[in-house]
Nanobody, 125 residues
Framework: VQLQASGGGLVQAGDSLRLSCAASGITFRDYSMGWFRQAPGKEREFVAAINRSGGKFYVDTVKGRFIISRDNAKSTMYLHMNSLDPEDTAVYYC????????????????????WGRGTQVTVSS
């Protein structure tokens, strides 16, 4: 299983970015996918997840600003980030639990087995 995150960059507060996560080695449509982030000096935290049925889950701090989506034909997951804030500065990682069914639990970091390399998002004030 390989996950490749991309799309990060340096933006100003209020700007938008779209992150992508390209997956290979799995039948993408069967797997729930998640985005996590880790800021300097902090633990990795859940940001958003989308299950195989299209159900979406968000941490409270990004609700209304971030949108997670997936394109099963392209084996790619996206994170559309709007109204970015300096507090969103972090390395963003995509991951999958590696189970071809909905587990019903999407916010716990330890349940994710496969991780991609992160992409840096820096939001200046």
């Amino acid at each position: 299983v390989q996950l490749q995150a991309s799309g990060g960059g340096l933006v100003q507060a209020g700007d938008s970015l779209r992150l992508s996560c390209a997956a290979s080695g799995i039948t993408f449509r069967d797997y729930s996918m998640g985005w996590f982030r880790q800021a300097p000096g902090k633990e990795r935290e859940f940001v958003a997840a989308i299950n195989r049925s299209g159900g979406k889950f968000y941490v409270d701090t990004v609700k209304g600003r971030f949108i997670i989506s997936r394109d099963n034909a392209k084996s790619t997951m996206y994170l559309h980030m709007n109204s970015l804030d300096p507090e969103d500065t972090a390395v963003y990682y995509c991951a999958t639990q590696g189970r071809p069914y909905n587990t019903g639990s999407y916010t716990t970091t330890s349940l994710y087995v496969y991780w991609g390399r992160g992409t840096q998002v820096t939001v200046s004030s």
